[in-house]
């Protein structure tokens, strides 16, 4: 399978795009420097992606404050995902870099929810079909749900 890699030559990055539209609707949770939002692609109903907020290719590249922001923000998801969506558990992978043949070029952690029942079939993200914009709203706002009332 050929490897697949956004890293854009003209220098723009998806999730930097995405940050900076300020879409709202897609955010599940938000730190002083990082957020949780609702992806074009979703291999699992429910899955987001943890950022920090500013252009970051690897866990070294953080400051303290910045990988302590990100992970109580991972964790909010994590919260807001098993309450909201009623999963038995989920999965989190963190992949840096084509060698780790991670396609995003912006560290990221991926949350993807886990239910009972057969297993799924793994696709490469490259080959999911984009969600469509307004469904990824209705489960940015049901994951938005599952947060503690002080938190949205």
Do not use: K
Not at 17 to 34: C, N, Y
Not at 44 to 53: D, E, F, K, R
Not at 84 to 97: K, P, R, T
Not at 128 to 140: N, S, V, Y
């Amino acid at each position: 399978m050929p490897y697949v890699h956004d890293d854009d030559p003209e220098g723009v990055c998806g999730v930097c795009e995405h940050v900076a539209a300020g879409d709202e609707s897609l955010v599940v949770a938000r730190g002083a420097t990082s957020l949780a939002f609702v992806p074009s692609r979703q291999p699992t109903y429910g899955t987001t992606l943890v950022v920090p907020t500013r252009h970051v290719l690897h866990p070294l590249d953080l400051s303290n404050e910045e990988a302590d922001d990100l992970f109580l923000t991972l964790r909010a998801a994590v919260g807001a995902t098993m309450t909201a969506l009623d999963c038995e558990s989920s999965h989190i992978s963190q992949y840096v870099g084509a060698l780790a043949e991670e396609p995003t070029a912006h560290l990221h952690w991926r949350l993807e929810p886990r239910y009972s029942g057969p297993p799924t079939t793994w696709t490469p993200l490259h080959r999911l079909e984009p969600t469509a914009r307004d469904e990824r709203r209705a489960i940015g706002e049901r994951l938005r749900g599952g947060l503690p009332a002080a938190d949205h």
